[in-house]
């Protein structure tokens, strides 16, 4: 039986947040959660980038490593990985129909994400791995996810207002909801936030005992390549090394780390200091990291669809998520870093789903002269989960930037490249952004899965 077949039935129940239907799924299966030593990791954005470095880095350690991510691009097994390596479908399969299988009539039917969660659990239980880094699917507090009960490290990435419409309306509710995944006495790494979400955050901390630990960002020296600032002190006295107790750390000495930074964007200064961090955490704990390590397993970190590079019909084509209002800020900010941009106009081919920030997005990205394509996304996640009205957007982003050369709808994503293609000039800069199922569709159809 393949993946889909298996997996589809339980879209139609979409996301249901909470934990008592994984929990007692994960029981019928024996518990396999409890036999997995978890980095837990959350935020609205850079999740993905720090679970990459962090499997990558333990990999090249020579420790066991699951990395549990998602949304998938391309494949589901995409998702669960062992050692970098995707599940074999094979496999991925027969754990879907076990979990399927332990789900008995009556019962309240778990959603397509616990179901791949479940599965999830079980292989890296099944494959003893040594250590599993697991990404947050939506929130915190009542994600599928969050079901380990002591992990060795939990982080906190950013916050910002995204999926408002279940989390809350304010980056303030939107952090309760995120430190959820904090567990007593567990150290916290925490990323860059906003005063209202960093507020939050830290009283929850210290009201579960959490050591803190908040790293400096790191430092470019040369392209691709990072400085990072071992026991480095962050704010309020916090540092990003030691044990610690009720928030206090205690400060190591200070020693420099150099490393190669594949990821593109000055985002990833701030995303790679947050796994090295968590390392250090992990080396504080006795797990044996070398620097030779930590600088290969940085160097093969890979993250697909996310400011890649590769070409579409002879032009130069750059692939970003870019699905809320911070993520196309840092994206812009990308764009008018490269010099061989010096303020050209951007071709944008964007999709997005109806319960984005359409407004916050197309002022962080659009400027005077640029040119916008725009398609409707080919996929439903969940149930009720739409794409956006494309004449709408086009009337938006008039609104916004009505200096814009040009604004077109099209039915399809390809039919956008193309037209975006015929238009652009050799050296111009083409850009697909929006949502990660767009990416995903791009890389899907085109079996392209690294950067040219």
């Not at 962090?54 to 549990?68: F, H, I, K, Q």
């Not at 916090?238 to 206090?248: K, N």
Request: aromatic content about 6%; glycine content about 8%.
């Amino acid at each position: 039986m393949d993946i889909d077949s298996v997996i589809q039935p339980f879209h139609r129940f979409g996301v249901h947040l909470g934990l008592d239907r994984i929990i007692k799924l994960l029981a019928k299966l024996g518990n396999p959660h409890h036999q997995v030593p978890v980095i837990h990791v959350a935020g609205t954005n850079g999740k993905g980038s720090v679970c990459a470095y962090l499997s990558s880095v333990l990999t090249e350690a020579g420790y066991r490593t699951g990395r549990y991510t998602s949304p998938h691009l391309v494949d589901w097994t995409e998702r669960i990985c062992l050692n970098e390596q995707p599940i074999p479908s094979h496999e991925l399969s027969q754990l879907l129909e076990k979990v399927q299988a332990a789900i008995r009539a009556g019962d309240e039917s778990a959603t397509q994400f616990e179901v791949i969660t479940a599965a999830a659990w079980l292989y890296f239980a099944q494959q003893q791995v040594d250590i599993a880094v697991v990404e947050v699917g939506l929130g915190g507090r009542l994600d599928a996810t969050n079901v380990c009960l002591q992990p060795l490290v939990t982080v906190i990435t950013s916050i910002s207002r995204e999926h408002w419409q279940q989390l809350g309306s304010t980056v303030a509710e939107i952090a309760r909801e995120k430190a959820g995944i904090l567990k007593p006495g567990c150290p916290v790494v925490i990323g860059l936030l906003p005063p209202d979400a960093e507020k939050v955050m830290r009283s929850r901390a210290l009201e579960l005992q959490c050591p803190i630990f908040t790293p400096q960002p790191s430092r470019e020296i040369a392209p691709g390549w990072a400085e990072y600032e071992r026991g480095s002190r962050g704010a309020e006295g916090q540092g990003s090394g030691g044990a610690g107790e009720q928030g206090e750390t205690k400060e190591l000495a200070h020693h420099l780390i150099k490393y190669p930074l594949p990821l593109a964007g000055q985002i990833q200064l701030n995303n790679s200091a947050l796994a090295l961090a968590t390392l250090e955490i992990l080396q504080q704990q006795g797990w044996q990291i070398s620097e030779e390590a930590i600088a290969q397993g940085m160097a093969k970190t890979q993250w697909l669809g996310r400011m890649q590079w590769t070409t579409w019909k002879n032009h130069k084509l750059l692939l970003d998520g870019a699905h809320n209002p911070a993520a196309a800020q840092v994206l812009r900010e990308y764009i008018d870093s490269l010099n061989t941009v010096n303020n050209k106009p951007i071709h944008w081919v964007m999709g997005m789903f109806s319960d984005k920030d359409h407004a916050d997005i197309f002022t962080a990205l659009l400027r005077p002269g640029d040119r916008l394509y725009l398609v409707p996304i080919p996929v439903e996640p969940w149930p009720g989960r739409t794409s956006a009205d494309l004449h709408k957007l086009a009337s938006l982003a008039h609104n916004l930037c009505p200096n814009l050369s040009d604004r077109q709808i099209h039915p399809d994503l390809f039919t956008a490249l193309n037209s975006a293609t015929s238009t652009a000039t050799t050296n111009d800069l083409i850009v697909l952004c929006g949502s990660l199922y767009l990416v995903g569709e791009f890389l899907t159809t085109t079996n392209i899965t690294h950067n040219s």
